[in-house]
């Protein structure tokens, strides 16, 4: 895989609006779940108690409930998770007492010989961390737009952040289709995803800034579309590369990494690829939509200067 | 076409030298910090709590020094507890986390830690005969009943007088009042009706007193256990809480568990980091095999730093680990990148890895800079498990930078300057038709 930047016919920027229209369509949509059907939130934002009981062999709902009738506990609801079925994974909303944790989690010892493991939470905790976890990330915006701004150009720093959000509401909104348990690891990927997300943004424009400094004169949309484009595949090995490194990283950790991680590699895995796209199709192309009204705007005001000196002279 | 110069072989010895050193400096104490590193409750099993403290009366106010002040007293608890290293942490301003990794015992454990140990004397109509302000400071111990055998807890009395003149008073009443109950926790609102016919009482023990009691010592008897009492006279030494604790999350593994999912994660590590590692192989070639190298040294690193600064691995810290091996990779991939460019361009091998190091360098350094920040705000604003990660990104980062930058700059440089890469771009993945002229 080369891409020999003389004679590559890639271009990138004459889809651009496909692919705004695609992203939007489909970021319409996700947040249309949202609103809609919403996030399967974990027990880390909900009242009540889960108890994971691990079981050596396979287990079925009927099993496990059949057990906790044993002791006169009715669980409000019942999943099964692990490689053979061998977790299941008992819910109770409201919550439960100490008392009753001990007596259940003795129970299920004698009965698989694992004490299970339980987590029991007022949704206060979860809420605040992901309110917490909110606020930063739009605080670290504004800072990414000033450190940019100062470093490049305001333009690059408002792309770079539209990159961002975009990649970040992407895997809510997969994750508000697909019914995935959000839990507090799946905040640490989208966090994850956040700095990944700027990183490949940054990278791509770097080269774009660098590009821009061999041309002679930009007049407007033609010169800045073969300044993105040439970026672009300049940058695109490196793209590629990258996502599919880091891709192998997290891809192991879904299949292999166990059924606490796997929320969270998904995170990663829909956020890698949404990064790699928007910065390859959304960032630079919203940068050169910008860049040409910018330099459109300051023609004409350089226009309207000239018109207002002239009934002077 | 001029003559090829000659090979510098004491540059490659040096790389070789280097490499065999950093080699024997892993292998020989990686283990040593892997072990040192503390492991979170998900990983190894164990319970952590986290309470939210008010004042027990409405005039105090909660602060930093009162906080202290609880989370040593809940140390001197989990003292009693035996507990090894215990993890207690202020978070906010009225928050204590407390994690203990390897308890089995959680109800014990909970109940040790948040009650407030604050024995009161009281007769049937819930007024107050005696506090723990009136009993010697650290004189609780466990003891045995005299005549039964039972396992009974000891105080004593400050003042014998002042014991004295309560038993004469308790002792004059009827029977069926003349009763000194012993409470743990009292709180406003309780009664002795109540309370004494609850199965899990906060009456620890109820005597009858049916003649003045002229000794400092009084008999705590309560159906204890030997160990139950043990402990309670020890919570009872320790001290009474100066706040209240109520439980808001709770979070508890079992210790199979945690080590089965820290496997898998670390298989899965294995795995990821070999795909990585082979990719890198055949799409770089050379590079791709000193990437392979600084790779290892980030790995390592990142431990070492993680058990300088005494971090707990938790599973999500694990993960992030592993992805940050992905993110050390794109340092290299971004310089390799410009290298090949400029082998492309037709420039020779060493001039193109200096124009190419010089080049990559700013981009990773705008793309690095730019994610500290973000990292740097996260920390700064977030909360204790985004803090965390905040500091897992940071430390990856850098880690990655002095590897990837500057040890592979340093590795590579040695051989390209040897010399022996000259006139061999397909080295490096580059294919000779691809070469312009210059």
């Not at chain 2, 009292?186 to 309780?190: A, L, R, S, T, V």
């Given at each position: 895989m080369n891409f020999e930047h003389g004679n590559t016919k890639l271009d990138f920027v004459k889809h651009r609006n496909k692919f705004f229209a695609l992203s939007s369509v489909f970021l319409l949509f996700g947040l249309i779940m949202l609103s809609t059907v919403g996030l399967n939130l974990g027990i880390d934002f909900k009242s009540g108690t889960t108890i994971d009981i691990m079981a050596d062999e396979t287990v079925t709902a009927d099993e496990v409930r059949g057990h906790f009738e044993e002791i006169g506990y009715t669980p409000d609801d019942v999943t099964l998770a692990g490689e053979n079925n061998n977790i299941g994974r008992a819910s109770f909303i409201g919550g439960l007492d100490q008392q009753e944790t001990l007596e259940i989690q003795n129970h299920f010892d004698d009965v698989y010989g694992s004490m299970p493991n339980v987590s029991t939470v007022t949704p206060l905790v979860g809420e605040e961390l992901a309110r917490n976890a909110i606020i930063s990330v739009l605080i670290a915006a504004v800072g990414i737009i000033i450190y940019v701004t100062i470093r490049f150009e305001f333009l690059y720093g408002l792309s770079a952040i539209v990159a961002l959000f975009h990649d970040a509401l992407f895997i809510v909104a997969v994750f508000s289709i697909v019914q995935m348990e959000v839990n507090i690891p799946f905040i640490a990927a989208v966090l994850t995803i956040i700095g990944y997300s700027i990183n490949d943004t940054i990278v791509t424009f770097d080269r774009i800034r660098e590009n821009m400094t061999y041309e002679k004169k930009v007049k407007g949309f033609d010169d800045l579309a073969r300044v993105v484009n040439k970026s672009l595949v300049q940058t695109l090995a490196r793209s590629i590369n990258t996502v599919i490194t880091v891709f192998f990283a997290a891809a192991a950790l879904f299949f292999l990494g166990g059924e606490a991680l796997r929320a969270f590699s998904l995170a990663l895995v829909v956020g890698l690829v949404a990064g790699t796209y928007s910065s390859l199709f959304i960032a630079a192309q919203l940068w050169l939509v910008l860049k040409t009204r910018q330099l459109k705007k300051g023609r004409r005001r350089m226009k309207r200067l000239e018109g207002e000196q002239q009934p002077e002279t | 076409m001029k003559k090829r110069k000659k090979v510098k072989k004491s540059f490659i010895i040096a790389f070789f030298a280097i490499v065999i050193a950093l080699g024997t400096l892993i292998s020989t104490n990686v283990m040593a910090h892997v072990n040192n590193i503390n492991l979170g409750l998900d990983l190894q099993g164990g319970f952590e709590v986290l309470y939210e403290v008010e004042p027990i009366d409405s005039e105090s106010e909660i602060n930093r020094e009162l906080l202290s002040a609880t989370v040593s007293a809940l140390n001197a608890r989990i003292d009693v507890l035996g507990v090894s290293e215990p993890n207690i942490s202020i978070e906010g301003d009225n928050r204590i986390r407390v994690q203990l990794a390897g308890v089995t015992d959680q109800e014990t454990a909970r109940e040790l830690l948040s009650t407030e140990a604050r024995l009161s004397f009281r007769d049937v109509n819930d007024e107050v005969k005696m506090d723990g302000g009136d009993l010697v400071e650290g004189g609780a111990r466990q003891n045995f009943h005299p005549d039964t055998n039972q396992p009974i807890v000891e105080v004593t009395v400050e003042d014998s007088s002042l014991f004295e003149e309560v038993t004469r008073e308790i002792s004059n009443r009827p029977l069926g009042e003349n009763i000194l109950a012993i409470w743990l926790d009292?709180?406003?609102?309780?009664t002795y009706e109540e309370e004494i016919m609850k199965e899990d009482s906060k009456i620890v023990s109820a005597p009858q007193v049916s003649h003045v009691i002229s000794s400092r010592d009084v008999m705590i008897e309560g159906n204890f256990t030997t160990e139950e009492a043990g402990d309670l006279a020890g919570i009872l030494n320790a001290g009474a809480l100066p706040v209240e604790l109520t439980e808001i999350q709770a979070d508890s593994v079992g210790a199979s568990l945690g080590e089965r999912s820290m496997e898998m994660a670390i298989n899965a590590g294995i795995v990821g980091i070999a795909l990585i590692f082979a990719y890198m192989l055949v799409y770089y070639r050379f590079m791709g095999f000193i990437s392979l190298l600084t790779l290892t040294g980030y790995i390592y690193l990142v431990l070492v730093v993680f058990d300088w600064m005494n971090a707990v691995l938790t599973l999500p810290g694990i993960a992030a680990l592993i992805l940050g091996v992905g993110m050390a990779v794109d340092a290299n991939i971004i310089t390799f990148e410009r290298i090949k460019d400029e082998l492309r361009s037709g420039k020779s091998m060493m001039s193109a890895f200096r124009a190419g190091s010089r080049r990559s360098l700013s981009t990773i350094l705008d793309a690095n800079i730019t994610t500290i920040l973000a990292a740097g705000v996260l920390f700064y604003f977030g909360t204790s498990a985004v803090q965390g990660f905040a500091v897992m990104l940071i430390v990856s980062i850098l880690a990655s930078f002095i590897t990837s930058v500057f040890g592979a700059r340093l590795l590579l440089g040695l051989w390209v300057n040897s010399r022996i890469l000259n006139k061999r771009p397909r080295m490096f993945g580059v294919k000779e038709r691809e070469i312009s002229e210059l």
């Open positions: - | 009292y709180e406003e609102g309780d």
